[in-house]
């Protein structure tokens, strides 16, 4: 029997496939933030979906979301609350702030003909390039029609002057005639054709690993179960994560350019529960003035909860991963 809110583009495709698509496309932040709220056993076979997927183009994309979004209106969603139900677990999940900017980007995906739709799939470097020698008038349109981030991203990437002409007149922007964005939207959609035909990559073990990298100590278990199905890709998977062990073991100079980054409170509460040896790294990577500072804030810690040590963890491995993307840092892979 055919699912009468299943998309033409998406027809055939497994539901699992569909769902790891759904969480790449969603980001890795909100992805992992619905994880916390699923038993391991799902969050195992969507990670293990993930690393499966090559690559998608945008309309199959778009197809899986509109199809998220309407099976999120239907009692086919959840039997037991339908799109209420999906509300109220994405609002528990991720809190009101970002469930509602998720539930809205859906709404506004089912619209497939929507003006500059399809800017989502543009780097932003490119997209300034096509865009650059438009007036800041239609610069400023175009943004105002993209999620903050991706305005943001374009905006960077333009000549200072023009910069501050599109803030300008997207601070004073008042209503413009539909027409109007329609035509500047059918334009740049032509100029971009090129660049929308081209396939983009969605999954992969990178993606799980940095999805597992951000869930703590419960990303081990997911791993270890991964590693009992598929002992190869369990391997790949752990090759491209960094965890807080790799940081302790990288040269003493690499640490101490990670302190730089990071509050030494935050650095304190990461190391709370670790051993004297790991507390002895840390040290020998600090000056002896950053010492004393480390270990004044350290004594003052009474209860620590496991949470935030987790989370003061995950700003030191966020600073270091940062610092080994821009290359300050070389992290060897055994």
């Keep these: 029997m055919e699912n009468p809110l299943e998309h033409e583009l998406t027809k055939g495709m497994p539901m699992l496939q569909k769902v790891a698509t759904f969480f790449v496309l969603i980001g890795e932040e909100a992805t992992v933030k619905i994880f916390q709220h699923l038993p391991r056993h799902i969050v195992e076979n969507i990670s293990t979906a993930i690393t499966q997927l090559g690559s998608i183009d945008k309309d199959t994309s778009l197809a899986i979301l509109e199809e998220f979004h309407l099976y999120t209106r239907t009692k086919g969603f959840i039997s037991s609350g339908g799109y209420d139900y999906a509300k109220d677990l994405l609002y528990k999940s991720l809190g009101k702030s970002d469930a509602d900017e998720i539930l809205a980007k859906l709404s506004k995906m089912q619209l497939a003909s929507q003006s500059f739709n399809y800017l989502d799939a543009i780097n932003p470097k490119q997209l300034a390039d096509f865009i650059k020698e438009e007036s800041p008038q239609t610069i400023a349109v175009i943004l105002a029609h993209m999620n903050a981030n991706g305005a943001a991203d374009v905006l960077n990437q333009l000549d200072e002057d023009v910069k501050v ?25 032509k100029k971009l054709e090129s660049l929308l035909s081209s396939i983009v990559d969605v999954g992969g073990v990178k993606v799980v690993a940095d999805m597992l990298n951000r869930m703590g100590p419960k990303s081990q278990d997911i791993l270890k179960n991964i590693n009992g199905v598929d002992t190869a890709l369990a391997t790949k998977i752990k090759e491209n994560m960094f965890v807080f062990e790799d940081l302790l073991a990288l040269d003493k100079d690499d640490i101490m350019k990670i302190l730089q980054n990071v509050e030494m409170a935050e650095v304190a509460v990461a190391m709370k529960n670790a051993t004297e040896d790991d507390l002895a790294v840390v040290r020998s990577a600090m000056s002896q003035r950053a010492s004393d500072r480390f270990q004044e804030e350290f004594e003052m810690l009474t209860k620590v909860k496991i949470k935030d040590i987790e989370s003061a963890q995950r700003k030191m491995l966020d600073a270091a991963q940062k610092l080994i993307e821009e290359g300050v840092i070389e992290r060897e892979v055994e």
């Design 165 to 189: 002409k599109v803030t300008m007149q997207m601070a004073t922007i008042k209503d413009v005639s539909p027409d109007v964005v329609r035509t500047i939207s059918i334009v740049l959609e």
